[in-house]
């Protein structure tokens, strides 16, 4: 993408209203603009990362033989009456009156829609197990919608349901979402620390949630600090092997994680002192099994090899789709701007011409342009009339991890400028080599499993 040729409506003043440093970058880098409290337009950089952070999760789900479908937006106030949810959801449910008088909601989740599908089409324990997914979007008039997309009204996610015929099959199924994530959160480039929680209006026994660590985060959590030596890395997992999924589980689970509503000081204070960690943390993520919760008032049962006719057990496991793309900037950004993690980059690599119209200059950079996308990656050119600062300013702001600079000046030595944003390391070299090494980066990740070209994704190659 060339930027003259974009739409990247970045802001010079940092807006007011925005307390935490994603909100601010998020707006400043033109990534988003609030529509009303809450609700936000996706603006084209936004919604590119959006997109990308939604592949990954498809990518992650389809691996772990989850089911990709799509539910609507609206539904009948009917089903949550039968689950008994219509009154108990309280003033968070937006709740709508179409024109014939029948009460409609905008769903803030998919439970009761997801069970009245199942229990009209499956009826035996031959076609179980199941899990199916989508990713939608939901609507909670929460009381204080805040730090932009953190906490919004409107948000963008991932909610899948498993449905199996008893408790070992169901906590496998809980066990699987728990391993999908892990390696999900990691190819965003997070730390994503499963933690025991409270499973609050969903209901259930079991429920971890997962947390990044970062001081806006608006829970409070407790934790040893060996979890944060754990990597998943490029595990081949086998998703239907019991055994091998618990292990990972166990791996997990073991180092004490719990959030402030499951917290305890006595079994915390084992932990040696210096292990011992308090800190804030955003929620990513949260998974439930919650066995005949809504299969039992709603009559989702099957004939299990007895004969005998059970409700399904059932569980259900969040992503914060449009979340992520706030948490991902909150633990990865500086004083000039986001730092993106590779896997979630909306673009691969930034150009700057410092001298725009130079004959030479121009001519690097359309070169190097097109041996990136050679590559299969995706620039982005600044070949705008600008300063080299204002240039570079607006590299920084929206956080490429790998910028080539090109001026008259070095190509007359037959170099360009190979910049690291993390870093902020600079490397003279050569165009092709530039290119090679930016390439090899990117393929690294994609070897070690953080990081799949969208094209190529199993998403796709699914639908
Ligand atoms: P929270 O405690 O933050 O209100 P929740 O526990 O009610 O969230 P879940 O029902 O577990 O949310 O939803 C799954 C995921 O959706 C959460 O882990 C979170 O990442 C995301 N999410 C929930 N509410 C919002 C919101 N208002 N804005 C953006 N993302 C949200
Ligand atoms: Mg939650």
Redesign the pocket.
Known sequence: MRLSRYFLPVLKETPSEAQIASHRLMLRAGMIKQASA?IYSWLPMGFKVLKKIEAIVHEEQIRAGHIPMLMPTLQSADLWRESGRYDDYGEEMLRITDRHGRDMLYGP?NEELITDIFRSHVGSYKDLPLTLYHIQWKF?D?IR?RFG?????E?Y?K?GYNFDTDYNSAIHAYNRHMVSYLRTYERMGLKAIPMRADS?P?GGDDTH??LVLADTG?SEVFYDSAILDLTFGDRQVNFDDRAECTAIVKEWTTPYARTDETHDEALFAQIPEDRRKTSRGI????IFYFGTKYSEPMGAVVTNDKGERVPVHMGSH???V???VGAIIEASHDENGIIWPEGVTPFHCGIVNLKQGDTAADAACAGLYKALVEKGLEPLYDDREERAGAKFATMDLIGLPWRITVGPRGLKNGVVELTCRRTGESEEMTPEAAVAKVAEIYASHHTAGHWEPMAKSSFHTWL
């Open positions: 809450g989740t909670r929460e919608p997309v953190m906490r919004g009204r948000f996610m909610d609050g969903i949630e997962f608006e929620e990513v993520g949260q969040g992503i914060g449009s979340r992520l």
